[in-house]
């Protein structure tokens, strides 16, 4: 090919690319996976926002869980006939009989009017006057962004006084260690433990519950640990301060042991305190595995 050839045939390369591109032809990547549920998250919490306040309720979104996917029959059913084509293809196998049984599917899919939606699991708080509303919510959204539905897991109250603490509860936030907002193993434990605990109790006694559960995370936060011992010894030295007259922390040697319930077989932390005024006094404390006071 001679040089005034290949010069030819380059410019009307040029003139062509230009010509695409003055028609404004690009092509424009699609939002990513993270990008979709950053919008759906965000479309969520202005609908949530925009419907508590309302009324009057403040909302503050605390954390999320995994998205899930709930797809409709049709959806299923197509993605176990493909997933069976793989698995044929993988062995070597032929797919005609799943083929055609594919292929009838798309058409059922394409009738099927059930929506496809996304379930975010969403911790959030509603604050009105001097009450924190904890909640976890499965909130169901279509693929536009729009709540179709929500259900309440699980709900609390609590004063303002225990706010920090019902927020650091909820998100499962570090307690004994501020690495960056790193949250131990140790940590996790504990909050699992109270979690499974709480969901299962209702009303006052659940109040109850978590009024004690802000107050040891208070007190493993003071000893940055989740050790039994240090958390019962300070229950222990509180709760003598409120039922004994005068009461000083100085005027007692505290010890601690772990015991096993004879009759229901758990563990009971108790806490003896002596006192050094007088050798005859001896006070002792009890607790459940999940720092209850047993007296």
Not at 10 to 20: D, G, N
Not at 126 to 148: G, H, P, S, Y
Not at 196 to 219: T, Y
């Amino acid at each position: 090919m001679s040089g005034i050839v290949f010069l030819k045939r380059f410019t009307l390369v040029l003139l062509l690319v230009s010509a695409v591109s003055s028609c404004g032809l690009k092509y424009v990547p699609g939002p990513s996976l993270e990008d979709l549920a950053r919008n759906r998250k965000e479309s969520l919490e202005q609908q949530l926002a925009h419907d508590f306040g309302a009324v009057n309720k403040r909302y503050v979104s605390l954390t999320y869980g995994e998205t899930v996917v709930v797809k409709p029959q049709s959806y299923q059913r197509l993605d176990s006939l493909f997933e069976e084509k793989y698995r044929l293809s993988k062995l070597g196998l032929s797919s005609k009989d799943i083929d055609p049984l594919i292929e009838n599917q798309k058409m059922a899919l394409l009738a099927d009017t059930t929506e496809v939606l996304y379930m975010e699991t969403h911790w959030f708080e509603l604050i009105k006057d001097t009450t924190c509303e904890f909640i976890v919510a499965q909130c169901f959204l279509n693929n536009k962004n729009v709540l179709r539905k929500m259900e309440y897991v699980d709900e609390f109250q609590t004063g303002k006084s225990n706010q920090v603490w019902a927020e650091k509860y909820m998100k499962e936030d570090w307690l004994t260690r501020n690495m960056d907002g790193y949250t131990t193993n140790d940590d996790l434990a504990f909050y699992a433990m109270m979690k499974n605990r709480e969901f299962n109790l209702q009303g006052d006694e659940k109040n109850r519950f978590l009024e004690n559960v802000f107050l040891v995370m208070r007190f493993a936060s003071e000893n940055q640990s989740t050790a039994a011992q240090g958390i019962a010894l300070k229950l222990a030295a509180r709760q003598m301060k409120n039922e004994i007259p005068g009461f000083k922390s100085g005027d007692y040697v505290f010890s601690f042991k772990k015991d096993v319930d004879p009759v229901s077989k758990e563990t009971v932390y108790v806490v003896e305190a002596a006192s050094e005024v007088d050798k005859k006094v001896l006070v002792t404390r009890r607790y459940d595995q999940y720092y209850m006071p047993l007296n």
